[in-house]
């Protein structure tokens, strides 16, 4: 990286040092920065009470003002603008984007209550400027009513009385207003206490249930036209900050008083402020000494500002943008010097220039220094993407040596030791001169990307900060790595500048067309692919390359075969399926019949739709990659003219939630007559299997048709116990925890098809995981059979997937239509959907073991996609939406147990929805 000498030594004028970069041992680059107190867009205000030139307002734009107060000139006894004057700056200043404070005359020379009700009229009725800033009256304690002076005690009765009826009239004309009061001088105690929640209170209701006041302003000019720099210091560093204190202290004794909270709650500025309300002599007033035209009078802004920001003010408005005529006289308070036609910028401009260019808007971070003379103020800024640091050495005559560390960790580095606490482990060190401030940036990974310098020399000659730029430097340079052949290999690079930099990947030293992100990623590496990765970063000071990092490509292992084809015995029309899971990289399929290769057949799974006695054989699948080539073991089709397969339990396990967030299976039965089931909702003997987060206490009632057919709290309560434990071991089902509260119960259920469900919900709107499962009782001659079964629920990870779950008897095949539907869903107005499921079909084993029969992501993957469709008819499933995520299997499965588990890819969540079909029957 390309550092900057950082200023110049005003005696010797010597380059100081460049600034130092370290990283600490516990380098940690992070997303975003703290969010921090969040400042107010108005906290940069200024102020005018006169008429200036159109031809100022680019040069007071330029600033970053966001707020104009119009009035304040001297205590308001007379007023000194007309409603025409008072429109024409509101536009001026809305022309510039920044907004209005009006301030109206409590002048006793006229009617104050009629006089401001007829300007929010003229403003924002008559002329609809929509101004909401307001405020009402201007230093009262500096001047009694027609000049005689006044005891605080009555003075705080009559600002009381006169803010109170002008309010009134003005929320008459507005009601969306916001009104501020007070703008006294200075503050006083007696006068304040009295005035917010004491004698005078103006901060309760109306009549009418308006606040009288929505804000409170004071002023602050703490010196006249003598001082010390030491004084100044101290106010800089302590006396502003424990004014500030006073006053929010009694606002908020107020705000407890009336109940005023949110956005009801009253905030607070300072409307008028500067380093003294008259200037010393000029051979004092000048750039290197003290007063307004003074350097030093910069940072007393900026230290203020910090204060505000600290304490969150809603406005802050400096005295003034230029009168006196500019020469820097006693009355010469302005932010520019000289004529309108050449107005000279002061210090106090180019201060709250980089404040509003690199410090707000912004969250502000309380920064810590160990140097009396070397401020910090932080923000977090650009969408908490950048780190803005303002150092501000008021020392006169020497230069300080520094070490920011970006966390509250103890500072390694040397020098005066400044936390600012942005949550990074990084320290940067350096050297600021004397009377000189400093603007660092830094991004997520703490690398300085921009620096911005305004020094006693700079304001001497005319000068603007001086803005530098960082060339590219890599906080993380790509590393060196090993990928077996067919797997994805990334290369990542971090790091700053500014501009910020282009990137472009090269392989060989040779552009990778496309490749202009921090990460390059080869999706799936060939041998070819092996050599020389590295990355060039530019912007306008230069090009730096990365480290070159060295991709080698391995051989893959040989493909591993975890499941076998299985052999199957199919009814003649019926479907066959064969499928294979295996392991490995860039895995190729080949099935044979009998040795001869069947042509198409190259993927996981075999299905043959309609089966005749010439299919009957025996079938093995090669699995292949780069490596080597593995033959699958031999599955035998059979192919007979009789048998049958049945479904004989269908399960679903999900999370029920709560409300309407049941668990509702559906089922359907066909065949005639009815059918005998043994149901069941488990919860609390889940966790005997380890299942965590269960419901506790699971209702299930069941419904034909919309008729209910009965419903169970607990198992144990039920009328005939003694026939559900029969039911339970005729069917095989596993026993319930004894004095449980699952639920069971038995029921006929007639085969009339659809609209069958097995509603499960928690007893007192419980939630967890629950099973639901139905059992055929009935003997395998039984002409109603069930023939589908569907839940909806919201699927999450670990203990809540969505699991159904299916068993089959018989002697042959059973053909099965099986879909996890996440983004069709959306279609039928369904919120929240799984976007990607994925699906996987598991065959129970003995010793409670299992293994993967096969799986689908994406359906129309599947090499049958048109027999999906044409399947899906014939069942009477809803079409799924063409290039969607939706995942499906078309299987044939011989008798046994399997589970179904669904589950978002990359560990998604949303509401999903399983279905599984008999085909064929």
Known sequence: MKYFAHGFSHSARTAIPALLLLASTSLVANASFPAGTPVSRFILGQN??????????????????????????????????????????????????????????RSTAIDAVARAAATVHYINVVHGRGVRYWSIGNEPDLRGPYGSPMSETDLAINVGNYTRAISYAM??????????????????????????????????????????????????YPFASTMTRAGVLSEMHGGFEK???????????????????????????????????????????NPAGLGVSSFLNGQFFAEYYRVGMRHGAARMNTWSMREGGGAGAAGDLGYLGGNWAAPIKRSSYYHMQMMADYLIPGGYLPATSTSFTLAVISTSTVAQSQ????????????????????????????????????????????????????????????????????SLDRYTENLAPLVEVMAPSFTQQPVSTSVVYGSPATFTVALGGMPAPTLQWRKGGVPIAGATTNTLTLAAVDFEDAGSYDCVA??????????AATLTVTPPPAPTIATQPAALTSRTGSGAFFAVHATGVALTYQWKKDGAIIGGATGSTLFLPSVTVDDAGNY???????????????????????????????????????????????????????????????GPTLGAFGVTGTLPDPLVSVYANGVSQGSNDDWTQASDPAALEAARVQAGAFALVAGSKDSSLLAAIPATGANNTAVTSGIGDTTGVALVELFDLDAAS???????????????VGSDLLVPGFVINGDVGLTLLIRGVGPTLGRFGVSGVLADPEMTLFRSLPDNQSEIVTSNDDWEDNANTALIVTT?????????????????????????????????????????LVELYVVGQ
């Open 387 to 454: 780190l803005s640091v303002m150092l501000l050495n008021e020392d006169a005559t020497g230069s300080q040596s520094f070490t920011i560390r970006m966390n509250d960790e103890a500072v390694i580095g040397t020098g005066t030791k400044i936390n600012v606490p942005a949550g990074l482990a990084r320290e940067y060190s350096g050297t600021i001169d004397n009377q000189t401030t400093v603007v660092l940036l830094f991004d997520t990974a703490g690398t300085l990307t921009n620096r911005i310098t305004y």
């Open 243 to 285: 004014a500030v204190g006073l006053v929010i202290r009694r606002i908020a004794y107020a705000n407890a008083l009336h109940g005023r909270v949110g956005p009801d709650a009253l905030d607070w500025g300072l409307t008028e402020f500067n380093i003294s309300y008259s200037n010393p002599p000029t051979t004092i007033n």
């Open 782 to 796: 039984s002409p109603a059979r069930l023939v589908n079964i569907s839940a909806r629920a919201p699927v999450g």
């Open 620 to 682: 093995t699948v090669e699995v292949t990659n780069s490596t080597s080539t593995v033959a699958s073991t031999s599955a035998a089709l059979t192919v007979s003219a009789t048998g049958s397969a049945r479904l004989v339990n269908l399960s679903a396990r999900a999370q029920v939630g709560a409300g309407d967030n049941k668990l509702i299976p559906g089922f359907v039965i066909t065949g005639g007559g009815s059918k005998s089931l043994l149901i069941r909702a488990i």
């Open 48 to 105: 005018y009470w006169y008429q200036p030139p159109d031809s100022i307002y680019p040069t007071i734009r330029e600033s970053g003002v966001t707020m104009v107060r119009i009035g304040g000139h001297q205590p308001d006894l007379a007023v000194l603008l007309s409603d025409e004057q008072i429109l024409k700056q509101v536009d001026n200043i809305q022309g510039i984007g920044a907004e209005p404070l009006i301030q109206v005359s």
């Open 538 to 547: 530019t912007n306008a000071n230069s090009a730096v390359a990365s480290v």
């Open 171 to 220: 929320h008459d004309v507005d009601p969306t207003i916001h009104i501020s009061a007070l703008d006294m001088a200075s503050y006083s105690s007696t006068k304040f206490n009295s005035l917010l929640g004491g004698d005078a209170d103006i901060t309760g209701k109306d009549d009418k249930g308006r606040y009288y006041v929505d804000g409170i302003n004071f002023h602050r």
């Open 872 to 912: 899906t008819t014939a069942v009477g499933g809803f079409p799924l939406d063409p290039g969607g995520a939706d995942s499906v299997l078309l299987v044939t499965l011989k008798p046994g147990i399997y589970t179904v588990l669904v589950a978002g890819k990359g560990a998604t969540t949303g509401v999903a």
